[in-house]
């Protein structure tokens, strides 16, 4: 048995840990604070607490609020141009997905030269940056705790993946109350991106003795408590139990990778513009179903069980279709909309498959699948989204 497993992520973990910000940096010798974030949390009031703790720990505080869902590459160099000038000990990010990766893309450039293109691919990252803080306020993306930062390449209209060394952030303060007060439909998008990384993590060529041990439990802490945060935001138990599995589910991606869903997703935000999490739920039962065929009998017994199903002398092929309807059927529950209505384009399809088939998560995908398969697969969700309009 060989593998290799990485957590270079310092994380606490549970209510009050956002609390310990303004004393991590301290204790680290923080004085100049670059702090980045987006409109929808400053006006939550997710930064005021933060910002009064760093202020009265006497930091000097210089804010970039700006960043935008799909994290796009022309906000991440004005970022940049403003962290340079300020010249800060540390960045923090408090946000989703979008701003934390702002975060280490802006990081990044701190300590290595322009265009952020050039480091799009794994381990292409030459020099550490400063100490980088994530303060996560969704479940979803796990960035706070994962080697990637996922930017949009606005020009090319596709997603950058720039995965591994000198990437991850130093420390994440993860507290489950900043999830508190998440609209259902954020909560539902970002739950769903979560657990398609722990399934697809699960059932990646590159999944390992240790990733495998992890992803069935952050299958199952998703899947059993995304109704409940969906239906009564305030419900914190299922709240900390999703963020849990979230963290889970980024350990497991971090090492073992990602699959289809994500490499179909992607293209639906680097052409169509829909937002990660929203692109990942449209296309997961089905294309979930796709890979499960090329999957080992014991693991799709694991995850149907992980979901709550019945296994017991069922075949695999019908636990492949109780595997789609209870993800359809979960999809329906939390309201994801069809890829249409999400905003994907049928005219992108030949653009997106082409792109799909290049993506950083193809290669440890375990059914490959040709570009006109791939394009088979977006007509079958278009066709699908015709039938319930
Ligand atoms: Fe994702």
């Not at 381990?123 to 990637?148: I, K, Q």
């Not at 089905?286 to 075949?315: C, M, S, W, Y």
């Not at 109780?322 to 653009?351: F, M, N, Q, W």
Request: hydrophobic fraction near 45%; glycine fraction near 6%.
């Amino acid at each position: 048995m060989q593998f290799m497993f990485t957590m270079p992520t310092l994380a606490q973990f549970g209510r009050g840990a956002a609390g310990r910000l303004a004393p991590v940096l301290l204790e680290n010798g923080v004085k100049r604070v670059f702090l980045v974030s987006d409109p929808g949390v400053q006006a939550a009031g997710l930064l005021d607490a933060p910002l009064r703790a760093l202020r009265e720990a006497g930091q000097t505080v210089l804010c970039f609020t700006e960043t935008l869902p799909n994290a796009p590459d022309y906000q991440v160099d004005a970022a940049a141009a403003e962290a340079r000038e300020f010249r800060p000990d540390a960045v923090v990010a408090v946000g989703g997905g979008s701003s934390i990766d702002t975060a280490k893309a802006v990081n990044i450039l701190l300590a290595n030269p322009d265009p952020l293109r050039r480091y799009d691919g794994v381990n292409l990252v030459p020099a550490p940056g400063r100490m980088l803080v994530a303060v996560p306020t969704t479940a979803g993306t796990s960035s706070e705790c994962t080697v990637v930062a996922v930017i949009s390449d606005e020009k090319q209209a596709k997603k950058m993946v720039i995965f591994g060394k000198n990437v991850a952030p130093s420390i994440a303060l993860i507290d489950p109350a900043l999830t508190d007060g998440l609209p259902p439909h954020l909560t539902a998008h970002t739950g769903m991106d979560a657990l398609t990384h722990a399934l697809e993590a699960y059932i990646s060529l590159a999944a390992s003795p240790a990733t495998d041990a992890i992803a069935p439990e952050a299958v199952a802490l998703i899947a059993a408590n995304l109704p409940a945060a969906y239906a009564d935001g305030s419900d914190t138990a299922a709240r900390d139990n999703i963020m849990l599995g979230c963290q889970l589910a980024g350990i497991c991606f971090s090492n073992a990778g990602l699959g289809l869903v994500h490499s179909l997703a992607q293209p639906l935000g680097g052409r169509c513009h829909v937002p990660h999490g929203l692109a990942n739920a449209v296309c997961l039962p089905h294309v979930l179903a796709f890979n499960l065929q090329a999957v080992p009998e014991h693991k799709i017994v694991r995850i149907a069980r992980a979901l709550g199903l019945e296994t017991q002398d069922a075949k695999v092929a019908d636990l492949i279709a109780d595997i789609r309807l209870c993800l359809e059927k979960l999809a329906r529950t939390l309201h994801i909309p069809s890829i249409t209505e999400a905003g994907g384009r049928r005219e992108a399809v030949p653009a997106m498959s082409e792109d799909a088939l290049k993506e950083l998560s193809t290669p440890t995908t375990p059914r490959k699948a040709t570009t006109q398969e791939i394009a088979a697969l977006y007509e079958d969700l278009f066709m699908q989204a015709e039938h319930t309009a």
